[in-house]
Nanobody, 124 residues
Framework: QVQLVESGGGLVQTGDSLRLSCAAS????????MGWFRQAPGKEREFVAS?????SSTYYADSVKGRFTISRDNVCHLRMNSLKPEDTAVYYC????????????????????WGQGTQVTVSS
């Protein structure tokens, strides 16, 4: 079974930065596309960022564009700068079983495997 584990969350103040990481294990490949989603208390899960299998293409939600950066090496990362209270949520990483080099995915139902999430809290 494919397993994803997020780490790096915590409690920070407005304007601070955090770097989340997502490690994959099991029957998976590091070349699969990856995505980050988040879910705030009482809210629906929403798309944050995605990266293609090749790593050459990325896409961001309007709410985080210019502040967050998704990247990949041995694991997938989400660097979050200029954090706001509105960013408070549980952050989840996900991966899709596909080999398309440049495709990007922004819908939760497009992904096949999910981690358990890591809490990010931004105080005002």
């Amino acid at each position: 079974q494919v397993q994803l584990v997020e780490s790096g969350g915590g409690l920070v103040q407005t304007g601070d930065s955090l770097r989340l990481s997502c490690a994959a294990s099991g029957r998976t490949f590091r070349s699969w596309p990856m995505g980050w989603f988040r879910q705030a208390p009482g809210k629906e899960r929403e798309f944050v960022a995605s990266i293609s299998s090749s790593g050459s293409s990325t896409y961001y939600a309007d709410s985080v564009k210019g502040r967050f950066t998704i990247s990949r090496d041995n694991v997938c990362h989400l660097r979050m700068n200029s954090l706001k209270p509105e960013d408070t949520a549980v952050y989840y990483c996900a991966t899709k079983n596909t080999y398309t080099a440049t495709a990007l995915y922004t819908r939760d139902y497009e992904y096949d495997y999910w981690g358990q999430g890591t809490q990010v809290t931004v105080s005002s």
